[in-house]
């Protein structure tokens, strides 16, 4: 196939317009300024006082009216395309080359992580929380990317699997590896009882119903003190072993610990550095998993079903069932992730699981690119590593955040990885 480019049509520049535009953007920069940067509080004597830093919020003003007005100017000259670019089959192949040589590099570097030289506890941990999240994207991307049905309280079932884990492992001193499935199976019944009553809802009410949810359940968690002990939080929860060999310094007589197991000196490394390994392997598990699951029959039934439900029933494919194995199976990767993370905190609380959390997995996803597995690998690590990274610059850390999310929305409004690779291909014109 060769590749042909569309027409072009290069729009018309209207300084005028351009102008007012960056105009009433730096006046809406006024106004959120002044409170955010140009005033400050401080201790005066034992009272509050408040100083004023009226050169940041010119600043600010200026960033946003010159940034404003080049990104109008560059929109106004870049070039439409008056019909689609036909694909080159080269081009694409090139596409997957390089995808996999990142993927596997992006893999190589995740294995050896712990033993490079600029490696320590910091990134070991941080890499934590960025497999976590991957591994939640992943999740979600079932739901959201292939199914196409727009969940807002995904945290919910975050929080099933991670107080499935908390509750019997305190209370009934089973271990993480007989939890582990146990959290996976509580969370997809979870996902089984929301999805039942949103099967006739789309777009924006399924949203408000998969929100409210969401928000019950923190609500539950949040009163039931009885069972989760309310605000307080379940705290004390064991932590993983390797297949029964703990990691403390000193354990119980007749247990061996890790580092007697192996002849090693102690070292309190050797904890984190496991719980790293355990969730790389839940992740990669979770990502040979979803690309299994596209390549069925379900994983082609939940596409169809998120590009035309109509022409879905018309093909005999029953959406009902569709609908609760996408809710099902992406609850219960969340579960997983759950029990993961109130082993390695060992502490949960309500307020763990806000809706805040269901916005930044459902923004990996989006930004990712819907349905892209790499994508959701690249947001994520944008996501949770920017704003750590960004710790130096005090409170203007979550500003560069938000300005981050914003150039990444206007520079690729479709994600990182726009576009997704088909599972199945049709090889018209051979043997013909």
Request: charged share 15%; aromatic share 12%; net charge positive.
């Amino acid at each position: 196939m060769t590749d042909t480019t569309a027409p072009e049509l290069r729009k018309t520049l209207d300084i005028g317009k351009i102008l007012k535009d960056a105009a009433i953007s730096a006046v809406v920069a006024l106004f959120l300024a002044v409170p955010l940067l140009g005033l400050e509080t401080f201790d005066a004597g034992g009272k509050l006082g408040v100083r004023t830093r009226w050169m940041w919020v010119v600043i600010a003003i200026a960033c946003v009216f010159f940034g404003k007005l080049l990104m109008n100017v560059w929109l106004s000259l870049r070039p439409v395309k008056t019909k689609a670019k036909v694909v080159n089959e080269a081009s694409v192949r090139r596409g997957q080359i390089i995808i996999k040589a990142l993927s596997f590099a992006m893999l190589l570097f995740a294995l050896t992580l712990p033993a490079l030289p600029f490696s320590d506890r910091w990134w070991i941990d941080n890499g934590i929380t960025v497999l976590i999240y991957i591994m939640l994207g992943w999740g979600l991307n079932i739901v959201v990317g292939l199914a196409g049905l727009l969940d807002l309280g995904y945290v919910a079932f975050y929080a099933v699997g991670a107080y499935s884990y908390a509750l019997l492992s305190t209370a009934y001193d089973v271990s993480f590896w007989l939890v582990l499935p146990v959290a996976g199976i509580m969370a997809g019944i979870f996902g089984i009882l929301l999805g039942f009553p949103t099967l006739r809802l789309r777009g924006d009410y399924l949203a408000i119903v998969t929100l409210g949810f969401g928000e019950i359940i923190r609500i539950v968690l949040l009163n039931w003190v009885s069972l989760t002990k309310g605000p307080a939080g379940i705290g004390s929860i064991p932590r993983p072993t390797f297949f029964g060999f703990p990691f403390g310094r000193t354990v119980p007589e007749g247990q061996v610990a890790f580092h007697q197991l192996f002849g090693i000196e102690y070292n309190p490394e050797h904890r984190l550095i496991f719980l790293y390994f355990l969730i790389l392997a839940l992740a990669l598990m979770t990502n040979w998993l979803v690309l299994r699951l596209r390549k069925l029959p379900i994983g082609r039934a939940w596409e169809a079903l998120r590009e035309d439900e109509i022409a879905c029933k018309s093909l005999g494919i029953n959406p009902t069932n569709t609908k609760l194995t996408a809710f099902a199976i992406g609850a219960m990767l969340g579960g997983f992730a759950g029990a993961f993370f109130a082993a390695k905190q060992a502490f949960v609380s309500p307020e763990s699981f806000s809706f805040i959390e269901s916005a930044t997995i459902l923004a990996i996803v989006v930004l990712g690119g819907m349905g892209s597995q790499f994508g959701v690998v690249i947001a994520a690590t944008v996501l949770v590593m920017l704003p750590e990274l960004g710790r130096d610059f005090g409170d203007h850390r979550m500003l560069i955040f938000g300005l981050a999310m914003i150039l990444i929305m206007v520079w690729r409004p479709q994600g990182f990885m726009s576009h997704r690779e088909p599972t199945l291909r049709l090889n018209s014109g051979k043997g013909a």
